[in-house]
């Protein structure tokens, strides 16, 4: 059982659009400044999706560059870009994700229905993100949306060897219609799963929608990390919008503290992911 908890915020995603979710970040002012106020608040990993001047979700290279130092100026969190973007996006532009050099890119371990949508992750593109990111030197963080995903990643592994920085870190991807319910039980299940994964793997996990709560809990009683975000939840609770991303962060750090698991800080993330010190 882990003493500290990382927090991961999600402020973004590629789902929702601006005109219903006002309080969404899009720009990349409206990122730097949500980005400091979670850090002030425990976050320690932001996970990013960007958006075009229209704010729908984009991929641009140049803004994802821009995005990554905007971001690394204004805080010390671990900048984690989403290499999924949205279900639509080809591979070949999911791949350019990586030229932004980000510390951390996510790595979707298998396809999965995505609500009326199919998000789409053959095994040789699952390989390919692998391994250039191995290269790079680019942590992943292993995206899970069902049990089996898990026994996908211990095939990677086996076949292609460790991550960059040599440590495994999974996040479960709970509630999304589709894939693996947001239960205790199910993430009980996932649990039990990671101990076939080498020594020393690590887990976070994601509630979506009003499975947030739950998952919250289960992950933090069964030693898991956390992650948060207007990516995954839209609803505070029954009929109250989310005001902001820093409203759920400060959720999930008094969870964590009532855990007697208090939030770690970037540098503490950076030691547990294996991702080197900034310069």
């Known amino acids: 059982m882990t003493t500290t908890t990382l927090i991961t915020v999600a402020p973004t995603g590629a789902e929702s659009s601006k005109a219903d979710v006002p309080a969404l970040p899009v720009t990349i002012d409206e990122l730097v400044v949500t980005a400091k106020e979670c850090e ?49 996006d080809p591979e070949a532009d999911r791949l350019a994700v990586l030229d932004a050099a980000p510390d951390m890119a996510s790595c979707t371990m298998g396809t999965v229905n995505f609500g009326d949508d199919v998000f789409l992750n053959r095994w040789e593109f699952i390989v390919d993100l692998h391994t250039r990111m191995q290269e790079r030197g680019i942590v992943p963080e292993y995206e899970i949306f069902d049990l089996g995903h898990l026994t996908a990643l211990q095939r990677l592994l086996g076949k292609y060897g460790l991550p960059a920085g040599g440590h495994v870190h999974v996040d479960f991807v709970m509630g999304v219609p589709g894939g693996m319910p947001g239960t205790a039980d199910a993430l009980v299940a996932c649990r039990q799963a990671v101990r076939d994964l080498p020594e020393g793997t690590t887990f976070a996990a994601t509630g979506v929608g009003r499975t947030t709560i739950p998952v919250m809990l289960a992950a933090l009683s069964t030693g898991g990390h956390l992650r948060v975000g207007m990516e995954d939840t839209l609803t505070y609770a029954k009929g109250r919008p989310v005001d902001s991303n820093m409203q759920l962060v400060a959720r999930a750090v008094g969870f964590a503290r009532l855990a007697e698991r208090p939030p770690m800080s970037p540098a503490e993330a950076r030691e547990l992911l294996g991702i080197p010190a900034r310069p």
């Open 40 to 88: 002030a608040l425990g976050a320690a990993v932001i996970h990013v999706h960007i958006r075009d001047d229209d704010a729908r979700p984009t991929l641009d290279p140049g803004r994802l560059r821009a995005t990554v130092a905007a971001l690394r100026e204004s805080t010390d969190l671990v900048v984690q870009l989403s290499s999924g973007g949205a279900v639509t």
